[in-house]
């Protein structure tokens, strides 16, 4: 069976960090790019970040020198590790897998959900003001 994990969300203070993880199972890992994306109460889900089998990582303009994608091909593991956490973070992350994810083409389709085959089931961040 295809899964994906997701853990580390929970209740922080504005300016705190966390560090969420993905862990992934039942398929091969190492083809594929794993991405972050978000969904808070009411709004659509949205792209935060991914890292590609090239070990290229991408971000959404929103969490540039915040966030930091990493990933442990041998662990079978991305983190996103979150930092200077403001309220409008909060939401439920989800990782996200996609076959592939090869050179700058990659570039302008990583932050579509549409792109995605396997999905977690998400944790929650929330950061109080």
């Known amino acids: 069976e295809e899964k994906l994990v997701e853990s580390g969300g929970g209740l922080v203070q504005a300016g705190g960090s966390l560090t969420l993880a993905c862990t992934a199972s039942?398929?091969?890992?190492?083809?594929?790019?794993i991405g972050w994306f978000r969904q808070a109460p009411g709004k659509e889900r949205e792209a935060v970040s991914c890292i590609t089998v090239e070990n290229r990582p991408y971000y959404v303009d929103s969490v540039k020198g915040r966030f930091s994608i990493s990933r442990d091909n041998a662990k079978k593991m991305v983190h996103l590790q979150v930092n200077n956490l403001q309220p409008e973070d909060t939401a439920v992350y989800y990782c996200a897998a996609d076959w592939g994810g090869f050179g700058a083409p990659y570039a302008s389709i990583w932050s579509h959900v549409d792109e995605y085959d396997i999905w977690g089931q998400g944790t929650q961040v929330t950061v109080s003001s």
């Open positions: 039942g398929f091969p890992f190492d083809d594929y790019t």
